[in-house]
Nanobody
Framework: QVHLVESGGGSVQAGGSLRLSCAVS????????MGWFRQTPGQERKAVAT???????DIVESVMGRFTISQDSAKNTFYLQMNSLEPEDTAMYYC????????????????WGQGTQVTVSS
């Protein structure tokens, strides 16, 4: 079983930055695909960025150039650095992990964290 815990969410003004962290524990050996998703009330959860065990990342166009995904394998932790935040980035952010032959923002994830709220004010 895999356990994921997000941290780093909060409130920030537009133009500010936040870094989200996702600590992964449990049976982490098979995990080779990690990602960040976000969801607003009444909307579907949507992928933001993914990274695989070879550090290949996939980032959705709406945040490209502002958000960066990275990982620290030694700490079993991966991150989402969010810069130039906009009010439209306000959402609950979830981290996820899976074992996938192909990793990317279209991949299906099987393990999820509980979420961390990000609120960006104008």
């Amino acid at each position: 079983q895999v356990h994921l815990v997000e941290s780093g969410g909060g409130s920030v003004q537009a133009g500010g930055s936040l870094r989200l962290s996702c600590a992964v524990s449990g049976d982490t050996a098979p995990i080779n695909c990690m990602g960040w998703f976000r969801q607003t009330p009444g909307q579907e959860r949507k992928a933001v960025a993914t990274i695989d065990s070879d550090d290949r990342s996939d980032i959705v166009e709406s945040v490209m150039g502002r958000f960066t995904i990275s990982q620290d394998s030694a700490k079993n932790t991966f991150y989402l650095q969010m810069n130039s935040l906009e009010p439209e980035d306000t959402a609950m952010y979830y981290c996820a992990a899976a074992h996938r032959a192909l990793c990317g923002t279209r991949a299906w994830f099987t393990n999820w964290g509980q979420g961390t709220q990000v609120t960006v004010s104008s």
